[in-house]
């Protein structure tokens, strides 16, 4: 056992407590590198997985990788008997920046859980030098600046492989940085391929902004994830984005295949490739090209592999997140794939004469990736049932009709290394001693079960949160110099800012909240309200919606009426770093979207694995959270989803209708109080009170009076500590079906079908 004591003296010739927590993160990364290098790469297996993706949010990965090689314990230990602490270490690395959200975060515990199961599996996508920008408040509004995360002590490992990828106009030579992913104490290890180019340069960006020459693509093709969820932007360097990842990485499925003894003929039996929604879609026109023109391939049997090889998730029923590019720009980024999607077009136009919802091209002479992607794919999944079942029934019904063997669900899940083991250790090592430590390789928290009503296990969970709102606490006190009770109520809502997950209807409930607690309604248990999340830089009335949430903290702070109850943070900077503080201190969690808007939700499954309980509509994967938890365990408001689908369809909804009840105006008006009006920025406060009250385009107002009564009986439940924690205890031990592994064997078992060395799931 190579101590870590060896390679700090071998990096610097010193004993560790003489080093620097920067020098100390060195020599873990060599530590961790050589443990990494005699993992199982599973060379033998003859197919392999691609998993495809635009983002993967992976987080720090310190900790995590001590914890996936069973050593964390170890090398803890040895710091702490020499003065230092990993915690303090991890503070010195960066969070790499590639991912938006949720997509993102669930490519990263995708291949956490792909590794751990021992399926031979690599993620493919972009190493963006700046990722997704970092947020920084000022004057109540989000900034958004560079985010250097790139150092030169990192994870990423240069390969030496290298490809020339064709664009209409010029061709570049791309670089390969490889990053492990270890499987939890199973001694495998796959990696994430990280497709980069040399010539990128920092220098085009102007000082301390994110405007640059979109133009020079040579320069700027990895600088930056497209920092867009959900709002579709046309920008060409998205397209030239895109088509880099696939190309190369097509590339790389093909090399590798041939490597394990494919004649390209025979593809579909050495790999598979799966698309995290239609971002990496352009695989299937290049794998195309490459087999006729590298392999002598002819169209006809490269276009009957391809369909045996590529798979696609849909995330999103958001018609506007859904991609469709010019094809004038596609014949200027890839002209050679532009004509394959031609050519698909046409067999699409043969095989379903006069069915104009099913084609490629549209009228617009726009390609419509999703559509490319079922026709040539065999397999399109949703990511809840709720949201598979929509995709067949409404938005994707017109290709239920023709393939309905190619849908399928498969609800989502978090991994249980990240989300219990290395952000809630305390509880994690509770759970050991309570129920034994199988849970850690099965997920199974069902034992748990017959603790709820021991009134010594609700008090050691309660003194659990207690210890994680302390940590929380400590974390913001350092990291944004705000100040909350560790005895208040912590109640969150943190993902990405978008109308339709309704930040602006919690909003209005702190000002109803507000409103009471000045009228002598002193809650019993002061309330922390925290949000936290990023808007796109474009999205205009999401960066209203921060400001006016950013200004309305203010109001109450300033208010020596309400400021010793109330209280509401946003959290600067929402990443994975900060949801593994906030998750684990959480009594409350929000999640309450216009039903049928939220495709799944992943922050919901952290929550309730972390013992806060859900404030929900039965919207994505909440449906399933609680069909498990069972309804008094769970707390439900709002419209169904059937009901806002149909109230779309017939455009019956009416922001006048809401905005004029009597419990809701005086919310809306404030603000455009004198209050708000003087703290904040008038045309984004006018901007946004008249959208909520003349449009509410995302229906904020049709749930909100349900919302306030719900919210009312949680609070007021709340101070039933033992009935809390005996839901609590319900939720944490429902929590198992959400384990990524259960999700991953799925997609294993009924679209990839690969060897799978680990089976310990429990169903
Ligand atoms: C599209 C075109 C141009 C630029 C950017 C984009 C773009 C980028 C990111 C479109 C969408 C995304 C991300 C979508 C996303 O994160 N969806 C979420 O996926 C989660 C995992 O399945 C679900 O749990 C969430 O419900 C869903 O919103």
């Not at 920008?235 to 190369?248: A, D, G, H, K, T």
């Not at 997140?321 to 999607?341: F, G, Q």
């Not at 078992?749 to 060395?757: T, Y």
């Amino acid at each position: 056992m190579a101590k870590l004591e060896s390679y700090v003296t071998k990096a610097f010739n010193k004993p560790i407590r003489e080093c620097s927590d920067a020098e100390l993160y060195k020599a873990i990364l060599d530590l961790v590198a050589d443990r990494s290098d005699g993992l199982n790469t599973h060379h033998n297996q003859k197919k392999k997985l691609y998993y495809f993706s635009a983002e993967f949010l992976i987080g720090k990965l310190l900790s995590n990788n001590l914890l996936n090689l069973g050593i964390y314990d170890e090398v803890n230990n040895e710091l702490i008997a020499n003065g230092k602490s990993l915690m303090a270490i991890e503070e010195a690395e960066n969070e790499p920046s590639l991912g938006n959200g949720g997509l993102g975060r669930l490519a990263a515990c995708f291949v956490d859980s792909i590794t751990t199961l021992g399926i031979n599996g690599d993620g493919v996508g972009l190493n963006y030098h700046f990722g997704l920008f970092r947020q920084v408040f000022k004057d109540n509004n989000q900034k958004a600046v560079p985010d250097a995360w790139i150092t030169e002590n990192s994870w990423l490992k240069k390969n030496k492989k290298s490809y020339e990828v064709k664009f209409g106009r010029f061709s570049l030579n791309s670089t390969l940085y490889d990053i492990n992913v270890l499987g939890y104490k199973h001694n495998k290890r796959n990696r994430l391929r990280l497709f980069d180019l040399d010539s990128v340069s920092s220098d085009i960006i102007e000082e301390g902004t994110i405007h640059f020459d979109k133009g020079n693509i040579e320069e700027n093709l990895t600088l930056f994830l497209y920092p867009d969820d959900s709002d579709h932007s046309g920008e060409l360097l998205r397209i030239y984005q895109q088509y880099f990842m696939v190309s190369n990485g097509a590339q790389l499925v093909i090399e590798e295949a041939i490597e394990r003894g494919s004649n390209v003929h025979d593809l579909d039996e050495y790999a598979v490739i799966q698309i995290n929604d239609t971002h990496p879609a352009l695989v299937i026109p290049e794998l195309i090209r490459l087999m006729i023109t590298d392999h002598g391939i002819k169209f006809d049997e490269a276009v009957g592999i391809v369909r045996r090889m590529v798979a696609y998730t849909n995330h999103t029923i958001l018609a506007e997140a859904l991609e469709k590019w010019p094809m004038s720009d596609l014949d200027l980024v890839c002209p050679d794939a532009a004509h394959i999607i031609r050519r698909l077009d046409e067999l699409v136009q043969n095989d379903f004469p006069n069915n104009n919802a099913v084609k490629i091209i549209d009228e617009h002479g726009r390609a419509h990736m999703a559509n490319m992607s079922i026709h040539y794919g065999y397999s399109i999944n949703g990511v809840a049932r709720l949201h598979s079942d929509i995709l067949k029934n409404t938005e994707l019904k017109h290709f239920y009709d023709i393939y309905p063997e190619k849908f399928n669900n498969k609800t989502n899940g978090i991994t249980f290394r990240r989300w219990i083991m290395d952000c809630n250790p305390e509880l994690a090592t509770y759970l050991d001693q309570l129920i034994g430590s199988e849970w850690r390789t099965n997920s199974d928290l069902t034992p748990l079960l017959d603790y709820q009503d021991d009134i010594s296990v609700n008090t050691k969970l309660r003194a659990i949160k207690f210890t994680n709102k302390q940590r929380l606490k400590a974390w913001l006190d350092v990291h944004q110099g705000v100040e909350i009770d560790e005895h208040s109520i912590i109640d969150i809502q943190i993902k990405r800012i978008h109308e339709y997950k309704r930040q602006q209807m919690l909003a209005l409930y702190v000002i109803h909240k507000y409103f009471s607690i000045k009228s002598g309604n002193i809650p019993k248990t002061p309330i922390t309200i925290i949000f936290g999340g990023k808007a796109a830089s474009a999205y205009t009335i999401a960066r209203d919606i921060i400001h006016m949430i950013l200004t309305l903290s203010q109001i109450i702070d300033n208010d020596p009426d309400v400021n010793k109850h109330l209280k509401v943070v946003f959290v600067e900077n929402y990443n994975v770093t900060a949801a593994q503080y906030l998750i684990p201190a959480a009594d409350i969690s929000e999640q309450i979207s216009l039903a049928s808007k939220e495709a799944s939700g992943t922050g919901n499954m952290k929550f309730m694995l972390n013992g806060a309980l859900t404030l929900c509509t039965l919207d994505g994967a909440n449906v399933e959270i609680a069909e498990r938890v069972g309804r008094e365990n769970i707390y439900i408001f709002g419209k169904q989803s059937s009901e806002i689908v149909d109230i779309y369809a017939n455009n019956s909804y009416n922001a006048h209708d809401y905005y004029y009840r009597e419990r809701i105006k005086p919310l809306v008006d404030f603000i455009l109080s004198p209050g708000m009006l003087y703290l904040g920025d008038e045309e984004r406060l006018r901007r946004l009170h008249s959208d909520i009250s003349n449009k509410d385009y995302f229906m904020a107002l049709i749930d909100l009076e349900e919302f306030i009564d719900t919210k009312e009986k949680m609070y007021a439940d709340y101070e039933d500590h033992d009935r809390w924690t005996r839901r609590v205890i319900k939720n944490i031990g429902e929590a198992g079906y959400f384990s990524s592994d259960r999700t991953i064997n799925e997609y294993n078992e009924d679209i990839w079908h690969l060897e799978q060395e680990n089976k310990a799931i429990k169903k």
